[in-house]
């Protein structure tokens, strides 16, 4: 099973940017599916964003759309959320997870391995 570790998490004023990464030890994520998965306290799970491994085809939720990149290191062998105005609304936990799909239009399904997660607070 592959274990995943995010970084770059921290608190930051609204309309800053912070860059989380996912690795993945012993291994490349160059051979997986990758999402960005948020937790709030109080609300669901939410997929954020997510590339699939074939083609690098990238998927968004709405509310990131334009304000959040997600990038693949293929020499790293790392995956990247680059995070940019960011909003209060945006503040969870966030981790990074192997899927099974990236389906497009519709998100990021089917959980593997995820990693511990990193928290994101976006506060003044």
């Known amino acids: 099973q592959v274990q995943l570790v995010e970084s770059g998490g921290g608190l930051v004023q609204p309309g800053g940017s912070l860059r989380l990464s996912c690795a993945a030890t012993?291994?490349?994520?160059?051979?997986?599916?990758i999402g960005w998965f948020r937790q709030a306290p109080g609300k669901e799970r939410e997929g954020v964003s997510c590339?699939?491994?074939?083609?690098?085809?990238?998927y968004y939720t709405h509310s990131v759309k334009g304000r959040f990149t997600i990038s693949r290191d293929s020499a790293q062998g790392t995956v990247y959320l680059q995070m940019n105005s960011l909003k209060p609304e945006d503040t969870g936990v966030y981790y990074c997870?192997?899927?099974?799909?990236?389906?497009?239009?519709?998100?990021?399904?089917?959980?593997?391995?995820r990693g511990q997660g990193t928290q994101v607070t976006v506060s003044s």
């Open positions: 997870a192997t899927i099974a799909f990236v389906t497009p239009g519709s998100g990021c399904y089917g959980e593997h391995s």
């Open positions: 012993g291994h490349t994520l160059n051979l997986y599916n």
């Open positions: 590339i699939r491994e074939n083609d690098d085809y990238t």
